[in-house]
């Protein structure tokens, strides 16, 4: 049964522990995969793919053929569901497009900054236990909108040597250039440094499991990427005016995800507190993924009853969710104080699931308290800024003096030199 917590009788750190620690013999599987793919390339991710997925390849791409016939499969109702979504998602990133600017206020000076989107990104996809084509939508479509020339990506065949069709409809409907039948750190490897049928990219995004996590970090560095993603979370910020089946269905919404998976009601109400824990016991038998959301609501999960609003919102700050549900009377009064969130959900019409799927702003956040300095997935993650600087003759000669002095007294004389030697005469 979840927990209920009082929020000034509570040390924080009970309420803010995410501390998710891999096995011990993580970091040394990843490191023995990513040499592996380096040195076999092709050959390493079959064997992968034989050892893990069970999957026998003749080869590591998707066929035009096997795309056509996932579009066959998965029908046009929700073909027509995935191109509204991809409609709504494409708008939304479109509004994050920067423009290029210059400025040129003093005589002789121009100054700007220009956006240059990256060439080759690769796009990591789970399988496993469920298959998530939204995942190929929220990652795949903002790097279109920035104008990413090649986009690749990687996700695990099935026992049958094929992709789940629904990912493969959603990646056609995204307008993907290559997928590679490839999962877990076998698949952050070759994307980071290339085999011969996956070219190596400049950025890796999207979520995984513990072996993906870890392989993106330790790649980071040759190649850019996201975010170090956990477990799923989700915070529910609710009055006593909320009706406590819908929040109990709101927080499952996340518990269902992962056994890792966190799920926090914060609350001024102690009704709504113990009548969504009961909730949650009349809900949690009836989930076909009953298991895992009993471990994660068990384990994980939180309620924290405050004595006002002003402190619910406090503490929601504190925690910094991947997901904030805004469930009060005037959410838009609330919008304004929340400092600390990944994606805000307002209004008590809006589950987390509206974002997930289909209203347009990514899902993929930040997760573990790093909605505190990070921000979710968008455009800007796929291109790259560079500020450039243009003076004439007689705007370098304006400032040469104090250019040269600052240098000399960083001790860098040379610097200084490569200024005034324009001015010396027969230089």
Known sequence: MIRIFDFDKVAPEEILNRDIRAEADVEAVVDGIIADVRRRGDEALRDYARRFDHAELD????????????FAAVGEEFLTTLRMAADNIRHFHEQQV??????????????????T??????????????AYPSTVLMDVIPAKVAGVGEIVMTTPAGPDGRVNPNILAAAAVAGIDRIVKSGGAQAVAALAYG??????????VGPGNIYVATAK?????????????????ILVLADGGCNPAWVAADLLSQAEHDRLATAVLVTDSPELARAVQAELEVQIP????????????????????????????????????????????????????IRNAGS??????????????FAGPNHTLPTSGTARFSSPLGVDDFVKK??????????????????????????????ARSVTIRYEEGR
């Open 59 to 70: 080869s590591l791409l998707v066929s035009r053929e096997e795309l056509e016939e996932a």
């Open 98 to 115: 920067h423009r290029d600017f210059m400025v040129n206020d003093t005589p002789g000076v121009v100054l700007g900054q220009k956006y």
């Open 117 to 130: 989107p990256i060439q080759r990104a690769g796009v990591y996809v789970p399988g496993g236990t469920a």
């Open 195 to 204: 085999t011969e049928s996956v070219p190596a990219v400049d950025k890796i």
């Open 217 to 233: 970090r330790k790649v980071f560095g040759k190649v850019g990427i996201d975010m170090i993603a956990g477990p799923s979370e």
């Open 286 to 337: 009836a989930l076909p993924r009953a298991a895992i959301a009993r471990e994660s609501i068990d384990t994980n999960g939180k309620i924290v009853v405050t004595d006002d609003l002003d402190k619910a919102i406090e503490a929601a700050n504190l925690i910094a969710p991947e997901h904030l549900e805004v469930c009060v009377a005037d959410p838009f009064a609330v919008l304004g104080r």
């Open 344 to 357: 805000i959900f307002l209004g008590r019409h809006v589950p987390e699931a509206l974002g997930d799927y």
């Open 386 to 415: 560079s500020s450039f600087i243009y003076y004439t003759p007689e705007a370098l000669g304006r400032v040469k003096d104090r250019i040269a002095d600052f240098a000399e007294r960083e001790g860098l004389h040379a610097h």
